[in-house]
């Protein structure tokens, strides 16, 4: 029997480290979960995903059920067996990308009817189907569907919003099948406001999930703001369940909100840096375009033991990037995989000595300014 339970061993503050149990594994928290849009972390190998320390990778509903389609993709044996990821995976509700990507999308009380991105075929999202889809994906963490708020936003528009996703996220409860080891999430919505990001949390805690998210965030309110809107959400969620921040972020940004308890986050910015020849590293962040590379024979990060940085010098990515070659998005990516999962050893490292604060500002005063590019 594998319940899915989080298990805290340690706090540094309003920090913690600990263990989610899961069907599929264990999942090491804080963690930073790679992106695996369309059922592949882009220009990786799972076993090089595995080969990181990421213990979950994250799938997008709107892309799968778009193409091949969830169906599909149960019948050849659900996204695990898919995707070669036999560990835990999370997929996301849907809602956010019908919102960002889709072309005449129609939004109504019961749900979202939207065209596809791909081929303007119609299809309706609502809560009971994207639970169904997430069902049929055989998703570990399953994500209620909600609105995404849109920013800015005025207090009236963001609570007619976050009452409408409180809504779905009751219908989500009702249509999500409870299984040993799998859990279900709500998400918090609010937009900027503290009060209605109190209220939306108390809503879901009335509801009842297995873990929480708190949404709508880094769509451009900045991180000072970011970091207002946790500490006025983190106090009103339950202690031992899991906390996860959607879409967040730089490394800077998973410092600080560790710091305001947060256990699980996901972001496209390792992966989509890493083709764009943007390097994530102990030092800062390096453009390896930049022609003062050229030249340069030592690794890109000696603090890093991935591929790339064990087997390569800055000069041969560069080359890669300047020559448009395929390993060089590749060689890359997995860096940058490999430097968010180092950040978030070190990080829960730190909490389990209580040595949090030390941590972090020895980390953000490596990251040599004259470096950035
Ligand atoms: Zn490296």
Not at 27 to 39: E, Q, R, S
Not at 87 to 107: C, E, H, N, W, Y
Not at 109 to 130: E, K, M, N, Y
Not at 189 to 215: C, E, H, K, M
Request: net charge neutral.
């Amino acid at each position: 029997m594998t319940t899915f339970a989080h298990r805290i061993t340690a706090t540094d503050g309003a920090a913690r480290t600990g263990l989610l149990q899961t069907a599929h594994g264990d999942i090491a928290t804080p963690a930073f979960m790679p992106v695996g849009t369309a059922g592949t972390v882009k220009a990786m190998t799972a076993d090089a995903v595995r080969a990181t320390g990421a213990d979950i990778v994250l799938g997008n509903t709107y892309h799968l059920m778009l193409r091949p389609g969830a169906e599909r993709v149960a019948s050849l044996g659900g996204l695990h067996r898919f995707m070669d990821w036999p560990g835990p995976i999370l997929t996301d509700s849907g809602g956010f990308q019908v919102m960002s990507l889709a072309k005449l999308r129609k939004l109504d009380p019961d749900g979202v009817t939207f065209q596809s991105h791909l081929d303007g075929s119609t299809h309706r999202l609502t809560p009971a189907r994207s639970i169904e889809i997430q069902h049929l994906l055989d998703a570990t963490i399953t994500m209620a569907l909600d609105e995404c708020t849109s920013f800015p936003a005025t207090h009236d528009e963001a609570h007619a919003s976050m009452q409408l996703s409180m809504r779905w996220a009751e219908r989500s409860r009702d249509a999500f099948r409870q299984r040993d080891g799998y859990g279900l999430f709500g998400i918090v919505q609010g937009s900027i406001y503290p009060d209605l990001r109190a209220a939306s949390a108390r809503a879901l805690t009335t509801i009842g999930f297995d873990g929480y998210a708190v949404g709508g965030l880094a769509i451009g309110e900045g991180q000072a703001t970011t970091f207002t809107v946790l500490d006025a959400t983190v106090p009103h969620l339950p202690t031992d369940a899991p906390r996860y921040l959607m879409g967040v972020g730089t490394p800077d940004d998973l410092i600080g909100a560790v710091q305001r308890g947060i256990d699980m986050f996901d972001c496209v910015i390792p992966t989509r840096a890493g083709r764009t020849a943007r390097a994530y590293t102990s030092r800062g962040v390096f453009n390896l375009r930049n022609a003062r590379f050229a030249d340069d024979a030592a690794p890109l990060d000696t603090a890093c033991f991935c591929l790339a940085c064990t087997r390569h010098s800055r000069a041969y990515l560069h080359h890669l990037f300047k020559a448009e070659e395929i390993l060089g998005p590749m060689l890359l990516t997995w860096h940058n995989v490999h430097y968010y999962q180092d950040l978030m050893r070190g990080l829960r490292a730190a909490i389990a000595s209580r040595g949090l604060e030390a941590f972090a500002s020895a980390t953000r005063a490596a990251w040599a300014p004259e470096e950035l590019s």
